[in-house]
């Protein structure tokens, strides 16, 4: 199940790589400031992540105990549910695109390159959350080679967008950021198309709407179980991500610039641990729904070490070639010169981070995602936050300081979702059984 959802996970996320390439073309001032708010429109990401993930696991779970119509039912009503969501986030972005930059005290200049670009990204984005809840239907049944051609469409559409609307082919204007955010929307607009047919012709899933209407509570608060506690401790990551590019702001437009590259470039790392996670969590969501415990807790152990050792080689892999990649981007010595330290530590968080991730949604899809919740914001906000703040900026350690507190973020929380599933407390069911 992995390797299928691999290709789909690196198609798709490298989109913001490829932004962040087109961005530098105009310049780094401008991938600096679009990189800076990226984190607010990833925790729509995350949300819709949460959402598809939880009601994949819980379909997961009355499939893996043969209860096929509850598992319909379930899909429907948080289809539904997605829709509704995704009127809400493009509200929230219609009203406050131009004031997300300066709430987080971005300079002036970089302030208005972001709310242009989240005039056009973050009121859409709700299209790209929508797509997550459909492929993960998908995966649920089996099927993800529908969403590897899913990709394939975004990733294509997005680049030829780029292309069009930046560089002016075929005689169009040249849009700058606005075109860069335009090719980002088209490219979820297709993707999203193809796999609606894929739903609902391809799978030939004829989904009991009605039922799952009349008892839409009913099917929902078993995802929303998952679902809210879930996809707050994501929502939560993103907003300290934002807090951390706030620091980053203070020091300076160069370190604003190579934070949104190698973060970018990383993305690359995480594509492993992304899908070898998705896949372990629906897995170990049908064993528990069979309630084998040993072949869920082996599935886990298994999972752990492909996503432990594939993230941490890739991410060596651009310590060694890190001038020539940071090179794609910029020219400037600044970025260059911090560039191999920075991605040292970006390496070294990446076995953590596996763990992290891989461990942590086993967990969720088990319904202890309450937990889960509890450590990521705790650990977080009450010590890495201001940690990263007395590093970085009171001790004057600067940029280096800022990002090496991700690497203990990581570390803790890694240590403390192990010893979670080692107790067993996850032994419990959240389906309603039938």
């Known amino acids: 199940m992995a390797l299928p959802l691999a290709l789909e996970f690196l198609l ?16 780094d001032q401008a991938a600096a400031a679009v990189g800076a708010v990226v984190p607010v429109y990833f925790a729509v990401f995350s949300l ?19 209860q096929y119509l509850d598992a319909e039912q379930t899909i429907a009503a948080y289809l539904v549910f ?13 009203a406050f695109h131009d004031d997300v930059g300066v709430w987080m005290g971005l300079p002036e200049e ?32 089996g099927q993800p080679k529908w969403n590897t051609i899913s990709a394939v469409i975004t990733t294509g559409t997005n ?49 009991p709407w009605g039922s799952a209407i009349s008892n839409f509570k009913k099917r929902l608060l078993p995802v929303l179980k998952i679902a809210i506690p879930s996809g707050f401790e994501p929502f939560s990551y993103q907003m300290s991500l934002t807090v951390y590019n706030l620091y980053i702001a203070q020091l300076g437009d160069a370190e604003l610039a190579l934070r949104t590259y190698t973060v970018n470039l990383f993305i690359l790392c995480l594509v492993p641990t992304l899908s070898i996670s998705n896949a372990n969590q629906m897995l170990v969501a049908q064993h528990l729904g069979n309630h084998d415990y040993q072949k869920a807790s082996a599935q886990l152990k ?16 651009l310590v060694v070639f890190n001038q020539s990649v940071l090179g794609l981007f910029t020219d400037n010595s600044e970025i260059l010169m911090m560039g191999f330290w920075t991605m040292i530590i970006l390496a070294l968080i990446e076995p953590f981070r596996a763990v992290n991730i891989v461990v942590g949604a086993a967990l ?3 319904g202890d995602a309450v ?40 570390f803790l929380r890694s240590f403390i979702n192990r010893r979670r599933w080692s107790a067993n407390k996850w032994q419990r069911p959240v389906t309603v059984k039938a």
């Not at 798709?12 to 105009?26: G, M």
């Not at 450590?375 to 201001?386: E, G, R």
């Open 302 to 317: 298994q999972s752990r070490r492909w996503a432990i050792g594939v993230s941490f080689t890739l991410g060596l892999i």
């Open 82 to 94: 997605s829709v509704m969501l995704t009127f809400g986030v493009a509200g929230f972005f219609l």
């Open 371 to 410: 937990f889960v919740l509890i450590t990521a914001v705790s650990v977080t906000w009450l010590l890495i936050i201001p940690l990263a703040w007395l590093l970085g900026i009171y001790l004057g350690l600067g940029f280096y300081g800022v990002i090496f507190v991700g690497l203990f973020d990581e």
């Open 12 to 27: 798709t996320l490298s989109i913001p790589l490829l932004d962040a390439f087109f961005l530098s073309r105009i310049s």
């Open 48 to 66: 819709f992540s949460s959402l598809a993930l939880a009601g994949a696991s819980v379909a997961s779970q009355y499939m893996g105990n043969r």
């Open 364 to 366: 969720r899809s088990c």
């Open 159 to 207: 680049l030829v967008g780029n292309c069009i609307f930046l560089f002016g082919w075929f005689g169009l204007p040249q849009l700058g950021v606005k075109g860069v955010a335009f090719a980002s929307v088209c490219s979820w607009v297709f993707s999203g198309v193809w796999l609606t047919y894929a739903v609902l012709v391809g799978l030939k899933l004829n989904l």
């Open 110 to 141: 970089l302030a208005l390159i972001s709310a242009e670009y989240l005039a056009m990204v973050g009121v859409f984005s709700g299209l790209m959350g929508f797509r997550l809840v459909l492929a993960q239907i998908l995966n649920a049944y």
